[in-house]
């Protein structure tokens, strides 16, 4: 009996962790479902297809109810995925290489203004980007770069460089100087120094860095909202957003294919990098 | 140090910082500015600077949504701070720790995805889940399980409990950003936990304390700090988070779940009439930077911040 009470003791946890993760995991086996089936009555699908993935050999998404026109297409799935990448991978390549440059200079110069820059980015990650959203606009409106995934590109690395330099120093801040001293001592500039000896050393935590940019880039959705007029410009998120719009209207088997085809890298980093991701989420500026 | 290398130092100390401090000066630190200056304008899609000096501040005074919104962002925070970003938080890491180590990595793995989902998806998911019987998923489950008379809809503004007077459309924003919210917390956490020096944890047991006792008088008081600290900094995430918002109910029906930031944005932005208040808009997000600076001085002084800022360890002249 005291057998039994035990193991239904230690089986407490498990119900209680099975019983609030279930939600999630049936959220995106739904979603799955239903991306390859006709209807899908909650997790049942109707009639399984792949006609909800024909936008891939088409290259366009028709609006529900538009028959054949047009004017009643979603701009071309190719032009955004490739707006999309590059917007995340130029956003993760800038923020790694600007970030890694200057927090190298504050973890080892001690050059004037230090503590001042170093006290500004820390003031400055309490301004979340809404509190910016009018001045940023502004500003792109004056240097022209209103409605052009540059200008995007150029505010979110922006945004998100002060986290990046912290994180960055830190990762500096954990590699002795000896390494260095005997680089610099064979005659290597400091640039040399920086790019063969030290980067070799910070690599996971680039890899951390590049992959949460980059999925952030990915998944960017207000500033395109609302620095991006343009169709030609627009991004997946964009896509999906329009397509939530016209919820009564939309095709959603269809929804549900564009959206798991936007998630896949997503998907991607989850199976594969998933320690990476553990490290940044804790440095995340995310919404919440 | 010979003299020639210091010469050659400033020049490279440029190429390592400059391209961050011009970026960080054109595109974060001149919208501080720039957001100060405009919430003193009645500026609009025109982008003219008309000074009103305080008026949009007496205009927020005198703004009867003001109040229900404040309200609002209020019971947001609170409520998703407490029932999940801390909260649910804490249960996620206590009990994945108390369970085989693999299994309980699981679970935490299975929290993270909605944060690394793009908005965009993880709002149609939730859509979807919420629609009506036979194809929103909740409900399918509910029908299945056989509560055939209940349903679950978005937008349903009847209380959850005739004893709970909160609407069922507040009940899933909070659940939608909860979701989000738990991980940042169950990752800080469960570091911590796993830190404790198991000799505490068997003391406790050696003097016969139960489970229960154990995570209340060993494990939750020797994560005291991390737990003040996700509340602090939790906090100011959920204050400004609207974009979840904005894609699931966009502060409808009405203003019901409308918060302060999405005020602001829709202020500023929303494509129906009067908008393009950026003069208005602005002035609504100072409030939010004040809200937050004041409670990062706070946290700087609680967490001790200036340690994190030491003079770099190897002095290069």
């Given at each position: 009996m005291a057998r039994v009470t035990e193991y239904i003791k230690a089986s407490i946890p498990y119900l209680i962790l099975i019983a609030i993760t279930t939600p999630i995991v049936l959220m995106y086996i739904m979603l799955f479902v239903a991306s390859f089936s006709r209807t899908v009555y909650g997790l049942v699908p109707d009639q399984i297809t792949i006609s909800n993935w024909n936008f891939l050999l088409t290259g366009y998404i028709q609006a529900p109810g538009t028959g054949q026109v047009e004017a009643g297409r979603y701009p071309n799935i190719y032009i955004v995925t490739f707006n999309t990448f590059l917007l995340a991978l130029t956003v993760a390549t800038l923020e790694v290489v600007f970030s890694s440059l200057a927090a190298y200079a504050i973890s080892r110069y001690n050059f004037k203004g230090r503590n001042l820059f170093l006290t500004t980015t820390l003031i400055l990650h309490s301004f979340p980007s809404i509190t910016l959203l009018i001045a940023v606009f502004y500003v792109l409106n004056i240097l022209g770069l209103f409605d052009t995934l540059i200008g995007v590109i150029l505010v979110k690395v922006a945004l998100e460089l002060p986290l990046g330099i912290w994180i960055m120093k830190g990762f500096y801040d954990g590699i002795p100087w000896d390494m260095e001293m005997s680089a610099l001592v064979d005659g290597c500039t400091r640039l040399q120094t920086w790019w063969k000896v030290i980067m070799p050393n910070v690599k996971g935590g680039i890899a951390s860095t590049m992959i949460f940019a980059f999925l952030s880039g990915w998944a960017e959705y207000i500033f395109i909202l609302t620095f991006i007029v343009s169709q030609q410009n627009w991004t997946l998120s964009m896509l999906v957003a329009s397509m939530i719009g016209e919820w009564r209207f939309v095709d959603y088997g269809q929804l549900a294919a564009v959206s798991f085809f936007y998630m896949l890298p997503v998907v991607i980093f989850f199976l594969f990098f998933q320690k990476y991701l553990l490290r940044m989420t804790i440095a995340s500026k995310g919404p919440i | 140090m010979p003299l020639g290398f210091k010469r050659i130092k400033i020049p490279y100390l440029y190429i390592f910082i400059s391209p961050a401090v011009i970026l960080i000066a054109t595109f974060f630190i001149m919208p501080v500015i720039l957001t100060l200056l405009i919430s003193f304008t009645g500026m609009d899609y025109k982008l003219q600077w008309n000074w009103i000096g305080l008026g949009n501040y007496y205009r927020m005074l005198r703004d009867r949504w003001a109040q229900l919104i404040m309200r609002n962002t209020i019971f947001y925070v609170i409520a998703t701070l407490v029932c999940f970003n801390v909260g649910m938080a804490l249960v996620i890491s206590i009990l994945t720790t108390h369970i085989h180590d693999k299994t309980g990595a699981a679970f935490r793995a299975a929290w993270l995805l909605p944060r690394i989902t793009p908005s965009t998806v993880y709002i149609v998911i939730w859509n979807w889940a919420l629609a009506?019987?036979?194809?929103g998923l909740f409900n399918w489950v509910l029908h299945t399980l056989g509560f055939s008379e209940v349903s679950f809809q978005k937008f349903n503004l009847k209380p959850i409990h005739p004893f709970i007077p909160l609407p069922w459309v507040w009940l899933w924003v909070i659940l939608v950003n909860g979701f989000i919210g738990a991980s940042f917390g169950m990752i800080i956490f469960t570091a911590a936990i796993k830190a404790i020096p198991m000799d505490y944890i068997n003391a406790a047991k050696v003097d016969g304390a139960s489970t229960l006792q154990t995570i209340r008088y060993v494990i939750l008081p020797m994560i005291k700090w991390p737990i003040l600290f996700v509340t602090a900094y939790q906090t100011l995430s959920l204050l400004t988070s609207y974009e979840q918002i904005l894609l699931f109910t966009d502060g409808g029906p009405g203003y019901m779940t409308e918060v302060w930031a999405l005020y602001s944005f829709h202020k500023a932005f929303a494509e129906y009439a009067g908008a393009f208040e950026f003069g208005y808009g602005a002035a609504l997000a100072v409030v939010l930077v004040v809200i937050g600076l004041i409670a990062s001085v706070a946290y700087y002084k609680v967490f001790r911040f200036r340690e994190l800022m030491l003079e770099s360890k190897i002095e290069v002249t």
């Open positions: - | 009506p019987y036979p194809y």
